[in-house]
């Protein structure tokens, strides 16, 4: 019995984005892109992700001010924006692939460093961990070090 694959369209309202309009994608596209592409949607995760990453990399405690308070919070004209923990960051990877090992919108091989995570490595209390998009390698690194930072929103 041959197998027939329907193609489809979904129509995503969100309140939350965008007021009373909506967003059409196909079924293929994972990363939906709304808000005057200031927020991406993960249909997989149901994640809003800060489109842009920031334009500077800066050290962990920053990443957190930054998210919360700073830039990333002014975002889509929403205050609920925190740094993503590590399995959410995670969940941005397509280990089919490399430099960059993702599908997320606008990060290309010029932009695909490491970037910092929500998540404190447990049994070394100055390292916490982050991602790389050019390898797909989860790290845990020192809290000091200058890495990039892309805003989430949403989830449990």
């Known amino acids: 019995m041959k197998r027939t694959r329907l193609k489809w369209v979904v129509l ?22 709304v808000n005057g592409a200031d927020v991406v949607v993960d249909r997989a995760t149901g994640l809003e992700w800060q489109a842009d990453a920031s334009s500077t990399d800066m050290d962990w405690q920053d990443a957190l001010e930054y998210c919360e308070f700073g830039a990333g919070a002014g ?13 959410e960051l995670r969940s ?15 990060i ?11 998540s404190p490595y447990v049994y070394i209390e100055s390292l916490a961990w982050g ?5 797909g390698i989860v790290y845990n690194s020192n809290m000091d070090f200058y890495y990039s930072v892309r805003c989430v929103r949403g989830g449990p």
């Open 75 to 87: 975002v889509a004209e929403s205050t609920d924006w925190r740094l993503p923990n590590v399995n």
């Open 108 to 118: 290309t091989e010029d932009n695909d460093g490491i970037f910092w995570s929500s």
């Open 12 to 33: 995503l309202l969100s309140s939350s984005l965008l007021g009373a309009g909506f967003v059409v994608a196909t079924e293929q596209e994972r990363f939906v892109t």
């Open 92 to 106: 941005l990877l397509n280990y089919d692939k490399h430099g960059p090992a993702t599908d997320f919108p606008g």
């Open 131 to 135: 991602v790389s998009f050019a390898s």
